[in-house]
């Protein structure tokens, strides 16, 4: 398997069991209710990100970098998505997200991108099997 079909399918499985995790803490996506097809969909999107993200660092990032700069910048990406989506409307929290003081975003989407990032880069790129 391709290291592209590697990062995607970590990725996707990763994202899925956090959304899934995390769904008690959504009021609503537009309006109805968060249902495994909602959660689908957002663990493709999720997926896709962070295969766009490990291509993007792996190519102007040296490596010692690398894992530093997926995380910063996975949580910066959801940070931007969170507080545009809670702006429009799209989904909104439930009073028990714990919300991160400052960014006013809720703190499980807020690191989401940027930890899952880092592990399947670890797990693709730098974990040794013996």
Avoid: C
Avoid at 40 to 66: H, N, W
Avoid at 92 to 120: D, F, K, S, W
């Amino acid at each position: 398997m391709n290291i592209s079909a590697q990062i995607f399918l970590w990725a996707l499985v990763l994202n899925f069991v956090w959304e899934v995790a995390h769904s008690r803490l959504y009021a609503h996506f537009w309006g109805g209710p968060i249902g495994y097809l909602i959660l689908i969909g957002a663990a493709v999107l999720d997926g896709l990100a962070i295969l766009a993200m490990i291509y993007l660092v792996r190519r102007l990032f040296p490596d010692k970098y690398r894992l530093g700069v997926l995380v910063v910048g996975g949580i910066g990406v959801a940070v931007v998505v969170e507080r545009v989506a809670t702006a429009l409307g799209l989904w909104e929290y439930r009073p028990a997200m714990p919300i991160v003081p400052v960014l006013n975003t809720g703190l499980t989407p807020t690191v989401q991108l940027g930890l899952l990032a880092g592990v399947v880069f670890w797990i693709v790129f730098k974990r040794r099997v013996v």
